[in-house]
T-cell receptor, first 112, second 112 residues
Framework: DQQVKQNSPSLSVQEGRISILNCDYTNSMFDYFLWYKKYPAEGPTFLIS?????DKNEDGRFTVFLNKSAKHLSLHIVPSQPGDSAVYFC???????????FGKGTKLTVNP | DVKVTQSSRYLVKRTGEKVFLECVQD?????MFWYRQDPGLGLRLIYFSYDVKMKEKGDIPEGYSVSREKKERFSLILESASTNQTSMYLCASTLTGRSPLHFGNGTRLTVT
């Protein structure tokens, strides 16, 4: 049973516009969420995180929103740049656990 | 800056061979992890270790074992490689449960 779902395998946006990547989860015990970015032939790199006590966290062009009642989080990238083209993974954990549960990823393509 | 180094970028092995994947981190992290990444399946946890000589099974431990004799080194062992173990293998480390994972660049293993 997939506990973290990224239902869009791919997303294509124009440079300068907003990219919105979505993630849903089923386990209500998850209380910490992260986004990772992965380029081909490299390991994933940490992008941004949010604790369940918040509903928004911002870091430069990247903002993560958390809607606990809907068990939904989203990553907004504004403005999108061609260098943002990568696979984005949503991940979740509970109770301070070191174990992360990852989604299947969304491939973002930002067109110049 | 944290560095997680995986000893091989590409490996080709034959069915039935014993395969060792090595991972070293240089930041004195307590926790180390092995994931595999497959298209359409995202990242799945194989094993993790929260201390020297300690290990715990992840979501897909079958066909794998691990070894952690020193804090900085975590090895993944395929006892008898099979073609369904052809995958990208990613090692990661973290200091605590709420710290982001730091990933290596991965080992692309092909079993023929």
């Amino acid at each position: 049973d997939q506990q973290v779902k990224q239902n869009s395998p791919s997303l294509s946006v124009q440079e300068g516009r907003i990219s919105i990547l979505n993630c849903d989860y089923t386990n209500s015990m998850f209380d910490y969420f992260l986004w990772y970015k992965k380029y081909p032939a490299e390991g994933p790199t940490f992008l941004i995180s949010i604790s369940s006590i918040k509903d928004k966290n911002e870091d430069g062009r990247f903002t993560v929103f958390l809607n606990k009642s809907a068990k939904h989080l989203s990553l907004h990238i504004v403005p999108s740049q061609p260098g943002d083209s990568a696979v984005y993974f949503c991940a979740a954990s509970q109770g301070g656990s070191e174990k992360l549960v990852f989604g299947k990823g969304t491939k973002l393509t930002v067109n110049p | 800056d944290v560095k997680v180094t995986q000893s091989s970028r590409y490996l080709v092995k034959r069915t039935g061979e014993k395969v060792f994947l090595e991972c070293v981190q240089d930041m004195d992290h307590e926790n180390m992890f092995w994931y595999r990444q497959d298209p359409g399946l995202g990242l799945r946890l194989i094993y993790f270790s929260y201390d020297v000589k300690m290990k715990e099974k992840g979501d897909i431990p079958e066909g794998y074992s691990v070894s952690r004799e020193k804090k900085e080194r975590f090895s993944l062992i395929l006892e008898s490689a099979s073609t369904n173990q052809t995958s990208m293998y990613l090692c990661a480390s973290t200091l605590t449960g709420r710290s982001p994972l730091h990933f290596g660049n991965g080992t692309r293993l092909t079993v023929t």
